[in-house]
């Protein structure tokens, strides 16, 4: 299994909800991360779980709050977002540590298409 | 810190015609440098990837890059493309630690739009 799974494919949800993205892979890597991609941007990095735990956060607000329950999956729990957050939201996994030395190549999920109403 | 341009945000060709989408990077120490390319409302592909070694890179569905260090370069081309290569392509390099050598978190350019007509 090479592939980085993420659920729902589509989300909308209006300013007082509270929802959840998820995100699993089963290639027993050990890094995850979140991207955020606004149309016509490149992605942008939020967060990185190295070994469960969380070891960058690209001073994201807190409206966003990623969790890692195990070294498979990774989620990203929403609460009192604003329209300007709908976006892509792209998870990835890499065998290792990001700031481990050599190469440790990136591999992306499809995404979860986010609407904040 | 690492920056990558992309000059062309958008590439029209011809099906069946050379195309060469352009990237610059801003360091020249040594990088790890990467395409990506992303079909619509689907997430990143890894295309080729350029660690050390041979200047010349293939990657897959027929691309291939030059690393050109004096330039601070590493444009991506096809020799023929096809309707099927319409999407973004995203020029990307690893940022570096304060000490040196690379990280593998991932720089990325603003993406050229190759869009193949038939």
């Known amino acids: 299994d090479t592939e980085v799974t993420q659920t729902p494919k589509h989300l909308v949800m209006g300013m007082t909800n509270k929802k959840s993205l998820k995100c699993e892979q089963h290639?027993?890597?050990?890094?995850m991360y979140w991207y955020k991609q606004k149309a016509k941007k490149p992605p942008e990095l939020m967060f990185v779980?190295?070994?469960?735990?969380?070891?960058i956060n690209e001073s994201v607000p807190s409206r966003f709050s990623p969790e890692c329950p195990n070294s498979s999956l990774l989620n990203l729990h929403l609460h009192a977002l604003q329209p300007e957050d709908s976006a892509l939201y792209l998870c990835?996994?890499?065998?290792?540590?990001?700031?481990?030395?050599?190469?440790?190549?990136?591999?992306f999920g499809p995404g979860t298409r986010l609407t904040v109403l | 810190a690492q920056s990558v341009t992309q000059l062309d945000s958008q590439v029209p060709v011809f099906e069946e015609a050379p195309v060469e989408l352009r990237c610059n990077y801003s360091?020249?120490?040594?990088?790890?440098l990467f395409w990506y390319v992303q079909y619509p409302n689907q997430g990143l592909q890894l295309l080729l990837k350029?660690?050390?070694?041979?200047?010349l890179v293939k990657g897959i569905n027929g691309f291939e890059a030059e690393f050109n260090k004096s330039q601070t370069s590493f444009h991506l081309r096809k020799p023929s493309v096809h309707i099927s290569d319409t999407a973004e392509y995203f020029c990307?390099?690893?940022?570096?630690?304060?000490?040196?050598?690379?990280?593998?978190?991932?720089?990325f350019g603003t993406g050229t739009l190759l869009a193949v007509q038939p």
């Open positions: 990835a996994s890499s065998p290792r540590e990001p700031s481990f030395g050599g190469y440790n190549e990136q591999f």
């Open positions: 290639m027993g890597h050990r890094a």
């Open positions: 779980y190295s070994y469960e735990k969380l070891s």
């Open positions: 360091s020249s120490v040594s990088v790890y």
């Open positions: 350029y660690l050390s070694g041979s200047t």
């Open positions: 990307a390099v690893s940022d570096r630690k304060k000490g040196g050598g690379a990280t593998n978190k991932l720089i």
